[in-house]
């Protein structure tokens, strides 16, 4: 059973940053696409940013530019940093892990993000 630790939310002002971290509890990345999601209150869960099957990287259009997906595969850990925060990226933040060949979706507990006006 993979298990995914976020950590790094927070309360930060409009303009600040924060990173997120994903800890996966296994060396999964060559076997699963790693990507950030988001559910806000009364929303649906939207994905952020991902790796592609390919080695790229996705973004939705209202982080690009904004926020960046990175990986450390020595840690087993994923990262997203956001930068210039604004009051309508609040919400909780998922890492997600995608094991395609297998069909499997794994998530994470979830971390706050908070940005004030």
């Known amino acids: 059973q993979v298990q995914l630790v976020e950590s790094g939310g927070g309360l930060v002002q409009t303009g600040g940053s924060l990173r997120l971290s994903c800890a996966a509890s296994e060396s999964i990345f060559r076997f699963a696409v790693m990507g950030w999601f988001r559910q806000a209150p009364g929303k649906q869960r939207e994905l952020v940013a991902r790796?592609?099957?390919?080695?790229?990287?996705n973004y939705a259009d209202s982080v690009k530019g904004r926020f960046t997906i990175s990986r450390d595969n020595a840690k087993n850990t994923v990262y997203l940093q956001m930068n210039s925060l604004k009051p309508e990226d609040t919400a909780v933040y998922y890492c997600?892990?995608?094991?395609?060949?297998?069909?499997?979706?794994?998530w994470g507990q979830g971390t706050q993000v908070t940005v004030s006006s």
């Open positions: 997600n892990a995608d094991f395609r060949q297998v069909a499997k979706i794994y």
């Open positions: 790796f592609t099957s390919g080695g790229g990287t």
